[in-house]
């Protein structure tokens, strides 16, 4: 049987669109241990451009299918297989394939059954296609900044989907949160719908001292940032002394502007957050936890 996937042949960082075009592929059928979905949404995530530009380096292989969320429905199962059946909702631990060349954004793909993982039926069909990327990301990203209850964790991009699965989920956890964001307009609507305790806007405000002034003078526990570019020298003067700016996104660019006083003198830390490596070196029942 045929079907439609969207493939990259070459990579193009200036213009990732034109990297993707439409292929006709044919489904493999499962063997033993494996399942065949039948992809009913697939997600858009900056890995995925990342991707399409050829700077992900969990994306590689050439040709290749893209994606790393999305869900689907049971089409076919191989021999062995006991823990799915046709017709059942399912999204992954990871399209983890993508790595292999064939990732989410296809019609089919075929998958090792423990790679599945079923939607429970209150769960829609476009909350399951972003189940992994995002809601894995914010766990992990909450582990590593370790702002005690109490404290405040500084998120900048705070309007964005993570943005908000941040907030809320920080918050729950009785964290103090103070979210950028570059619209004066956003301001109110962030605090309304998420409970942000406190939003500033970089475009008008001046963030570090803002801040300072939510913080007591303390700074910021942590730091969340998705940006990077020239906000990550003020987020250093933002976070307390000896505290982290945790980059996990690049918009501006791949390359950012960093404090060197801030780090000289007041041992503030610039780190990279990637989640394909923090999930894959817990032991396989901590990542179903997860």
Same mark, same amino acid.
């Given at each position: ?30 063997? #033993?241990?494996?399942?065949?979905? #039948? ?73 090792? #059954? ?177």
């Amino acid at each position: 049987m045929q079907y439609d996937a969207i493939e990259v042949q070459a990579f193009d960082a200036g213009n990732p669109a034109t990297a993707a075009q439409v292929v006709r592929k044919t489904v493999k059928e499962p063997g #033993q241990g494996e399942v065949l979905v #039948q992809m009913k949404y697939a997600g858009v995530n900056p890995s995925d451009v990342f991707s399409l530009m050829g700077v992900y380096p969990g994306f590689t292989q050439l040709p290749g299918v893209p994606g790393f969320d999305g869900m689907g429905v049971v089409a076919k199962v191989g021999a062995s297989v006991t823990a799915f059946s046709e017709g059942q909702r399912v999204t992954s631990l990871g399209w983890l394939t993508t790595s292999q060349g064939s990732g989410s954004w296809q019609q089919y793909i075929t998958l090792p #059954q423990e790679k599945l993982v079923a939607l429970p039926d209150e769960v829609s069909d476009e909350a399951g296609a972003q189940f992994y990327i995002n809601p894995v990301t914010v766990v992990g990203l909450l582990e590593v900044a370790a702002v005690q209850p109490g404290q405040h964790l500084l998120i900048t991009a705070a309007g964005s989907t993570l943005g908000r699965m941040l907030i809320k989920a920080a918050r729950a956890e009785g964290i103090n949160t103070i979210g950028v964001v570059r619209r004066p307009e956003a301001v109110q609507e962030l605090k309304d719908s998420t409970g942000c305790d406190e939003v500033v806007c970089s475009c008008t405000e001046p963030l570090a001292e803002r801040v300072k002034a939510i913080t007591g003078g303390a700074g910021a526990g942590s730091v969340l940032d998705c940006v990077g570019g020239d906000m990550a020298d003020e987020l250093a003067a933002a976070v307390r002394s000896g505290g982290t700016v945790w980059l996990y996104g690049l918009m501006e660019g791949l390359s950012f502007k960093g404090h060197g006083a801030e780090c000289l003198f007041r041992d503030v830390g610039y780190r990279g957050f990637w989640f394909f490596p923090w999930l894959e070196s817990k032991p396989h029942q901590e990542q179903q936890a997860v």
